[in-house]
């Protein structure tokens, strides 16, 4: 079996075992996730009107997060990525209401959890990004 044949095989397994739209939305949340990290930079160090930035890429992470997530409790193929997705929807949530909480209450703390809790959910995208990838190794 020739490289090109070995290749489309392995593409055409894929794609059985995680369907397109999912592989799509793990792949494009570590980019919007980083994304924020520059947007937040740029606020603080550049113009503090990239805030605007950040809260509208912000809102958009909420789409490839909710798509993983549905699909782990839909598409039988991906049911094993439940654990990951129901993390990273927590951790959304989390991102949230440390702004939101921060900013009612004042608290420093909590604002400051923020940044951390961007890094845990970066951390737990690239974590499915490699169980998909692994899995269309194998």
């Not at 095989?9 to 059985?16: G, Y």
């Not at 520059?38 to 009107?49: E, I, K, R, Y």
């Not at 993390?87 to 939101?100: D, E, G, H, R, S």
Request: a positive charge; proline letters at 3%; one cysteine or more.
């Amino acid at each position: 079996m020739s490289v090109l044949q070995e290749n489309l095989t392995a593409r055409d397994r894929s794609h059985r075992i995680a369907p397109r739209h999912f592989v799509l939305s793990a792949r494009l949340l570590p980019i919007l996730m980083l994304a924020q990290f520059f947007t937040a930079g740029l606020s603080l160090f550049q113009n503090a009107a990239f805030w605007e930035w950040h809260a509208a890429i912000g809102a958009l992470v909420a789409i490839p997060i909710l798509a993983l997530f549905i699909s782990t409790l839909l598409v039988r193929s991906v049911r094993a990525l439940r654990w990951w997705a129901g993390c990273l929807a927590l951790l959304y949530v989390l991102q949230i209401v440390y702004v939101v909480a921060g900013q009612s209450t004042g608290s420093g703390l909590l604002q400051a959890m923020h940044p951390f809790n961007g890094a845990l959910l970066l951390a737990t995208a690239l974590v499915i990004i490699a169980k998909i990838e692994r899995s269309h190794q194998a």
